[in-house]
C-alpha cells in the first residue's frame, strides 16, 4: 500500500527538479556561448597579421651628401622631409592593404612606386646641391627600400623573389599554348598613353642634342615598359591597382626624365619651364 509523501519531502523533490533544469538549461547555454565563439589562436593570429604587417625601411640619404653649398640648403632640407613623408606614407599603404592583390602585391603596389618617387626626389638633391658645386653622383643606390616583414629580417627582393618564381613559371607554361589568349588579354586590358614631349621643346642647343635625344628616348622606354606591366598584372590588386602600381610610377619616371632635359637644354640656353605638366599619361581603353 503506498504512503503519500510528508510535505517538506514534496517541497524537496520540487527544488531538487528545479535545480536540475536549472543546471540543464545553464549547459545548454554554456554550449551555445562555446558554438558561437571563434577558436581564440585564429583571433589571435588574426589580429597579429592585420596589425603587423612589417615595416618598410629605406637607406638614409641626408648621410649620404657631400657639403650643402647654403644658397641650396633650403631645397635640399625640403626634399629629404619629402623622402620621410614618402616613407611614411609607404608603411601606411602597408597597413591600410593588408590582404590584397597576389604574392608581389607589395612590391608593385608600394615598394616600386616608393623606389620611384625616391629617384625623382634623390635627383632633384642632386640637382639642387650641383647648381652650385659639383653634382653628387651615385645617390640613386639609396633610392630602393626593403620590407621587414613580421618575424623575420631581411630584404623584400629575396623575399618577392622565392614567391614570384613558381608563379612565373606557371605564367610561362600557360603562355605556351596561349599566344592568341595573351593577344587578346593584351588588347583588352587598354593601352597607356602619354603627352608627347618633343613637340613641347623650344629649340635644342647643339651641345645639349645628344643628352636631349637619350632622354626622349628613355620617355618612349618607359611607356613601353609600363604597357607591358600593364599586360603583366592584369587582374591583380585593386580598383586603384593600375593607377597606383602603374600610371603613378610613371609619372614620377617621366618627371625626373622630363626635369633633366630641361635642365641640359638650360645650360646652354634658357631653361625650359612647364614641361612637368607632360608628365601625367592616362589608361585608354
Excluded: H, W
Excluded at 8 to 26: M, P, T
Excluded at 98 to 108: E, R
Excluded at 109 to 134: H, N, W
Amino acid at each position: 500500500m503506498s504512503r503519500a509523501l510528508p510535505k517538506y519531502n514534496k517541497r524537496r523533490v520540487v527544488f531538487i527538479g528545479g535545480a536540475a533544469a536549472v543546471v540543464l538549461s545553464g549547459a545548454v547555454i554554456a554550449g551555445s556561448a562555446l558554438a558561437g565563439t571563434p577558436d581564440k589562436s585564429s583571433t589571435t593570429q588574426s589580429a597579429r597579421t592585420l596589425s603587423d604587417p612589417g615595416t618598410i625601411t629605406c637607406p638614409d640619404v641626408k648621410s649620404q651628401l657631400p657639403a650643402v653649398p647654403a644658397s641650396a640648403q633650403a631645397e635640399v632640407d625640403r626634399n629629404l622631409a619629402l623622402l620621410d613623408t614618402q616613407i611614411a606614407e609607404a608603411n601606411k599603404r602597408l597597413v591600410d592593404t593588408v590582404g590584397q592583390g597576389g604574392a608581389n602585391f607589395v612590391q608593385n603596389a608600394i615598394l616600386g612606386p616608393l623606389k620611384d618617387k625616391r629617384v625623382s626626389t634623390i635627383d632633384r638633391i642632386a640637382i639642387s646641391i650641383g647648381r652650385q658645386g659639383t653634382k653628387p653622383t651615385g645617390l640613386d643606390a639609396l633610392a630602393e627600400c626593403t620590407l621587414d616583414a613580421a618575424g623575420t629580417s631581411g630584404s623584400t627582393g629575396a623575399t618577392d623573389t622565392a614567391t614570384a618564381t613558381p608563379s612565373a613559371t606557371a605564367a610561362a607554361t600557360q603562355a605556351a599554348g596561349e599566344t592568341d589568349d595573351t593577344a587578346a588579354t593584351s588588347s583588352a586590358v587598354g593601352t597607356i598613353t602619354c603627352p608627347d614631349v618633343k613637340s613641347q621643346l623650344p629649340a635644342v642647343p647643339a651641345s645639349a642634342q645628344a643628352e636631349v635625344d637619350r632622354n626622349l628616348a628613355l620617355l618612349d622606354t618607359q611607356i613601353a615598359e609600363a604597357n607591358k606591366r600593364l599586360v603583366d598584372t592584369v587582374g591583380q590588386g585593386g580598383p586603384n591597382f593600375v593607377q597606383n602600381a602603374i600610371l603613378g610610377p610613371l609619372k614620377d619616371k617621366r618627371v625626373s626624365t622630363i626635369d633633366r632635359i630641361a635642365i641640359s637644354i638650360g645650360r646652354q640656353g634658357t631653361k625650359p619651364t612647364g614641361l612637368d605638366s607632360l608628365a601625367a599619361c592616362t589608361l585608354t581603353q
